[in-house]
């Protein structure tokens, strides 16, 4: 079964709107012809940057797919400062990060909430990028896949199996997010091997064998192809090195 890569630059709250069209134009002219026929890009800019880069890759014909960081599970209403997943929809917006762990310590997302966000992304033809992931001591105790498996069954209420067959789930252990320690390329294998088959049993081996399972936490040019080459690891959430041009290209080039 072939899983088309993901590799997605999540930029945090970093980089304004002029920064914005710089860092994609350099992105894009940094990757050779060809170099993306085999992988899919989407790139995760700040919610005041997504019209700009809409426009460029749009006009430009780029070969990357919009993305967002996060967005509201209601269409609208009394919601201050939030974002309404139809607003990302019309702005050609492909893949919706939920449930980031950032989101989830920061500002106090509960599984509940990344279900209903998990929902209302797909309803508005987008796909989720749904994370998931445990700290430090967590992993110290012996309760990464428990953790890991709640966050997924939790997340994954009421979607159907063709919904989840769509989707794509980050793995992303929360003590190697922009820490520069990365889990072994083995560690990371046999948790997105636990995702897999616990996709399997709820939503059939169809639905395991083309939900696509990123790894996240502390991806660089350097440590991409091993991550990659792993046979549950179908892509990368790529953060702090997602801001710089070369390095994120080289991540797009994990294969050659
Ligand atoms: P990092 O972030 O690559 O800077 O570790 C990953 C993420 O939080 O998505």
Request: glycine share 8%; hydrophobic share 40%.
């Amino acid at each position: 079964m072939s899983r088309t890569p993901l590799i997605s630059g999540n930029w945090k709250m970093n980089l304004n709107h002029f920064e914005a069209i710089q860092t994609v134009q350099k992105l894009h002219y940094l990757i050779p012809k060809g170099a993306m026929d085999d992988v899919e890009v989407s790139i995760h800019p700040p919610f005041t940057d997504i019209r700009s880069v809409q426009t460029l890759i749009e006009s430009e014909e780029l070969d990357f797919a919009l993305g967002a960081q996060h967005c509201h599970f209601e269409d609208s209403g009394a919601f201050t400062g939030e974002v309404s997943p139809a607003f990302l929809a019309k702005l050609n917006t492909k893949y919706v990060i939920c449930g980031h762990s950032e989101r989830r310590e920061v500002f106090g997302e509960s599984d509940e909430m990344v279900n209903a966000k998990v929902l209302a992304i797909l309803k508005h033809g987008m796909t989720p990028i749904m994370c998931c992931g445990e700290t430090l001591a967590e992993r110290e105790a012996d309760e990464t896949e428990s953790k890991v498996v709640g966050q997924i069954v939790a997340g994954l209420a009421g979607v159907s199996n063709e919904q989840i067959a769509s989707l794509v789930i980050a793995y992303e252990p929360i003590w190697a997010i922009g820490t520069g320690k990365t889990a072994t390329s083995e560690d990371a294998q046999t948790v997105c091997a636990a995702i897999r088959s616990k996709v399997a049993e709820i939503a059939g081996d169809d639905a395991a064998n083309t939900v696509r399972i990123q790894y996240g936490g502390s991806v660089k040019g350097g440590n991409s192809p091993e991550l990659m080459s792993q046979p549950d690891i179908d892509g990368a959430l790529v953060g702090g090195a997602s801001l710089d041009p070369d390095e994120f290209a080289r991540i797009i080039q994990f294969n050659g």
